[in-house]
């Protein structure tokens, strides 16, 4: 519900400590450290960019080779752990320079193997229109006459024959086009072909077509075997040790992050400041870490000043914390201001609910949830949208069954489950677009009124009284002015001052009175928007009952089917419920659901009082990409 407090820290040390200050700060992963990155020849001894460089080729090579790993596994197993003997144990164990050097090779005969056996491939190829001919291009050579073969037209090949100086004999019984062309050497060649449309054909210098195919067959075999051997070398010798190389990579890239990281701190001759960002929280941990381990430091901790921009972490209880996904989507709140995320959890929880107001839908998404939370290894940000989504089911099964829509119709008549509805929305659909509507109007006003909250918090109180508060006055007076009775006269009069105070009051910011007055009734004109987003939560009624009456026509199909084509229509109804209710309107709804929930706090909510700038707290730590390393 709140931003955690950060405070800006500097960590004073020797020079001599000042790697391993970095390294105990690195696995303690509460700082954020700041600064310029700047030269720092300490620390040029590292060729990590290489290594990394090295390591990345190797298993891009031997992920070509590797099993497939399916997703399933992937998402139950998550990453592996490591101690850090084992990860000691690894990096003694594989020589990195000496494998990029041994696959790399395999790797180049492999690849000119591969293009030896194109080239053999295309001359084959260009081959095979000659290979009956019993003819090489050394056949061809003469001393006072030219020949070539070629390939003709049907309908120019009398015509050629009837040329005085060019003889012409068909060489392949089986395609009659196919000729040798006898010349006298004063006569080009080039000049022949081009005059009478002849398609010159290539012959293996010194052997028949048909033997020098022979021959290259023979030849791509064995490329074909060196590779097959250079393969089997490789998943013989180094695909066993893709693992290892996989817990390589996330070290030296974690190394290299620690050197990147090193760049931006300050040293002299004598001492070194790290300086960075800590949560509040973690203060007294952060002095018992320097202070205990390292005798000669010190920490210096203070507020962020005014200028400053610090790092934001959210900070939330569990039961909203899920619905950080749906702030972090839109935006990092601006440091000190307002978290949305608590305030917005119900209301998305409710509006995903009524978006698909079925209480079978509901069931299903709640159920494969805590599966998937239960089954599956999943990333922090994948475990928060999964719950989020748990949440939305949940209220989907109250939303559907206080509306009777149990997948769609199918529950229709049975006593339970009629005992659980309170409102039938296909007999009195009006009331489900008021409700909707009504929820609109509470969560605009809930924006308004956090927005003066955050006002009055931050010591803007004309912006909290003249602006937000005359509208919450507006917006309070119209239930009160239909509620009638003595109400009605508090309503009446609530309205009128809130329409006076947004005139003279509202522009308060123009430096003269005429100014004042007429961005007043700018801003009165501007107050339409706050109804305007009250029509747009129809939108959960448009989708609620959209939902239902597309689940009711599923039914009403696969009874169609039943009654209408016997037996078969029997087999055919498991499969139009299936496809029907799971993979075309569940789907479709829950994805509906999801956007334009989400569109409604963005647009309608949001936009009241919420501030983005912020950037994510990123803490100096180990990164865990492909193993988790239990330090």
């Known amino acids: 519900m709140a931003i955690t407090k950060i405070l800006k820290t500097s960590v004073i040390s020797t020079v001599s400590e000042h790697e391993a200050v970095l390294e105990a700060l690195q696995f303690w992963g509460k700082i954020e450290i700041s600064g310029h990155r700047q030269s720092n020849d300490d620390y040029s001894q590292f060729p990590l960019d290489d290594t990394i460089d090295d390591l990345n080729y190797i298993l891009a090579l031997l992920n070509n080779y590797a099993p497939k790993e399916s997703a399933y596994r992937k998402l139950k197993e998550g990453l592996k752990e490591l101690t850090l003997d084992e990860l000691t144990d690894i990096a003694d164990s594989v020589d990195i320079l ?135 070398d490789i998943k013989k010798n180094f695909l066993k040790k893709r693992f290892k190389y996989m817990v390589l990579l996330d070290v030296y890239e974690n190394e290299n992050n620690f050197i990147d990281e090193a760049h931006k701190t300050d040293n002299t001759k004598y001492m070194s400041v790290i300086s960075g960002w800590i949560p509040a929280y973690a203060q007294k941990e952060l002095r018992e870490l320097i202070m205990d381990n390292f005798k000669n430091s010190y920490v210096h901790l203070s507020k962020p000043a005014k200028n400053d921009k610090p790092p934001v972490i959210l900070e939330n209880g569990n039961l909203s914390e899920p619905f950080e996904v749906v702030t972090n989507l839109y935006g990092i709140p601006a440091y000190s201001w307002l978290d949305p995320t608590a305030y917005l959890a119900p209301f998305f929880a409710l509006f995903f609910g009524l978006c698909l107001s079925d209480a079978g839908y509901g069931l299903i998404i709640t159920f494969a949830t805590l599966w998937f939370l239960k089954s599956f290894n999943l990333k922090e940000g994948s475990r928060k949208f999964i719950k989020m989504m748990m949440w939305g089911g949940i209220a989907a099964v109250i939303a559907g069954a206080l509306t009777g829509s149990w997948f769609g119709n199918a529950v229709a008549g049975v006593t339970f489950f009629d005992n659980l509805k309170v409102y039938d929305p296909l007999k009195k659909p009006e009331l489900f677009l008021y409700f909707s509507v009504l929820l609109g109007y509470i969560q605009v006003l809930f924006g308004l009124i956090l927005s003066a909250v955050r006002k009055f918090s931050s010591r803007d109180i004309k912006g909290a009284a003249y602006e937000d508060m005359p509208w919450i006055v507006i917006l309070i007076a119209i239930p009160l002015y239909f509620a009638g009775g003595g109400f009605q006269y508090l309503g009446k009069y609530l309205a009128f001052g809130g329409l006076a105070a947004v005139i003279f009051l509202s522009g308060h910011k123009s430096k003269s009175l005429p100014g004042k007055f007429f961005s007043g009734l700018y801003n009165l004109y501007g107050g339409t928007d706050y109804f305007k987003d009250m029509i747009s939560y129809s939108r959960l009624f448009a989708l609620g009952m959209g939902t239902g009456i597309l689940a009711m026509a599923i039914n009403e199909i696969t009874k169609f089917a039943v009654n209408s084509f016997g037996w078969i229509g029997y087999i055919a109804a498991p499969f139009i419920l299936i496809i029907g209710h799971l993979v075309i309107n569940l789907l479709m709804s829950s994805l509906s659901a999801y956007v334009h929930t989400s569109r409604l706090q963005y647009v309608e909510f949001f936009t009241k009082f919420f501030k983005g700038g912020g950037r994510s707290f990123n803490p100096f730590n180990w990164k865990k990409k492909r193993v988790d390393i239990k330090w």
């Open 98 to 232: 000496e494998d990029y050097s041994s696959i790399r090779e395999l790797d180049g005969t492999i690849k000119e193997c591969k293009t030896a056996i194109a080239d053999r491939e295309r001359q084959i190829k260009s081959w095979e229109t000659v290979k009956n001919i019993e003819l090489s291009a050394a056949d061809l050579k003469f001393n006072n006459i030219g020949a070539f073969i070629g390939k003709i037209g049907d309908r120019t090949l009398e015509k050629i024959k009837r040329i005085p100086y060019l003889y012409t004999e068909i060489l392949d019984a089986a395609d009659k086009n196919i000729a040798v062309f006898l010349y006298p050497k004063e006569k080009e060649s080039e000049n022949i072909i081009a005059k009478e449309e002849i398609e010159p054909l290539l012959l293996p210098d010194n052997d028949i077509p048909s033997k020098a195919i022979t021959r290259l067959e023979k030849e791509i075999k064995d490329l074909e075997g060196k590779i097959g051997k250079a393969v089997a």
